[in-house]
């Protein structure tokens, strides 16, 4: 399964870092990411990193969101840095074999974490 760790709530302009963990029976995972669900959306990609270190961004937040990770672990980080309202969300990491399944949303999947931004 995956944890996902690291919401709050922050000031507009602040920062927060998320994380997930892999533990328990999950195998051949080379592709982790981030998803977020802000009230009255739907879910959507944010961001991904490969075993390789290959990283892609959505654009609204690239530049301020950094995906990390550490292989031994299987776990993943998002730095968040200057942080908008409009990034309130449940922020959900997905882990899979292959990119497609990250993005394609055919992962495995953490139970989300709130991220506010408000003042």
């Known amino acids: 399964q995956l944890q996902a760790f690291g919401g709050g709530l922050v000031q507009p302009g602040g920062s927060l870092r998320l994380s997930c963990a892999a533990t328990g029976r999950i195998f051949d995972i080379n592709v982790m990411g981030w998803y977020r669900q802000g009230p009255g959306k739907q879910r959507a990609w944010v961001t991904y990193?490969?075993?390789?270190?290959?990283?892609d961004y959505t654009d609204s937040v690239k530049g301020r969101f950094t995906i990390s990770r550490d292989g031994a672990k299987n776990t993943v980080y998002l730095q968040m840095n200057s942080l908008k309202p409009e990034d309130t969300a449940i922020y959900y990491c997905?882990?899979?074999?292959?990119?497609?399944?990250?993005?394609?949303?055919?992962?495995?999947w953490g139970q989300g974490t709130q991220v506010t931004v408000s003042s």
């Open positions: 990193i490969t075993n390789g270190g290959n990283t």
């Open positions: 997905t882990a899979g074999r292959t990119l497609g399944d990250v993005l394609g949303a055919r992962g495995y």
